[in-house]
């Protein structure tokens, strides 16, 4: 790993399954970029690939959901971590919240929210979220850390070397 990498690793981050979808179809993806971005109102960010399959999705569908994973979900995880090529949601148990976006049965906690603003920030698209609705499902669990997915994500090989001067 280099430098840069093990550098960026020292952010502590969660680990969240985005359920996102339109009236025909849902999806979710694994996602650690996810913070709380205002108090009042309530607002979430998300920073994701716009190359993802669940980018377009989430366009069409103005909403998405924030599903908390607890330090056990490890392989759940990696389960959403990989493309839209085969029905992730088939194999998991989850329900349509309010906006219609996948709730996950084993989260320890959900959030919903409606897209209010994008902006495009290097190679990804931060998106933030208005807070429409949420529960604490699990009070004791133990939130998982991205630190502990290792290379799940094949992260390491996407950071430079170096800083860039300009
Ligand atoms: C631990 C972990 C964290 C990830 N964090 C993000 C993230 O914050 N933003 C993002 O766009 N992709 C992230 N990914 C990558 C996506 O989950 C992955 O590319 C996925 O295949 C996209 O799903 P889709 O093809 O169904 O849209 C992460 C993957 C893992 C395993």
Redesign the pocket.
């Known amino acids: 790993m280099s430098d840069i990498a093990a550098l960026f690793q020292r952010l502590t981050q969660g680990?969240y399954v985005i359920g996102v979808g339109d009236a025909a179809e849902q999806?979710a993806?694994?996602?650690?970029?996810v913070m709380q971005v205002s108090f009042d109102p309530l607002l979430l960010a998300l920073?994701?690939?716009p190359r993802?399959?669940?980018y377009a999705l989430l366009q069409r569908g103005r909403a998405f959901s924030i599903n908390v994973l607890s330090k056990e979900q490890l392989a759940l995880?990696?389960h959403?971590?990989?493309?839209?090529s085969v029905d992730?949601l088939a194999s998991v148990s989850w329900t349509k919240g309010r906006t219609g976006m996948p709730l996950l049965h084993d989260a320890i906690a959900w959030f919903e929210c409606a897209v209010e603003d994008e902006r495009r920030a290097g190679d990804?698209v931060l998106v933030v979220g208005r807070v429409t609705g949420g529960e604490l499902r699990d009070k004791t669990a133990i939130p998982l850390a991205?630190r502990d997915?290792g290379a799940?994500?094949g992260a390491a090989a996407l950071f430079p070397t170096r800083f860039s001067k300009s």
Do not use: L
């Not at 959403?80 to 839209?84: I, L, Q, S, T």
């Open positions: 680990v999806n993806f694994t996602a650690a970029w920073s994701v690939n993802h399959a669940s995880a990696a959403f971590g990989r493309p839209a992730k990804h991205y997915t799940m994500d």
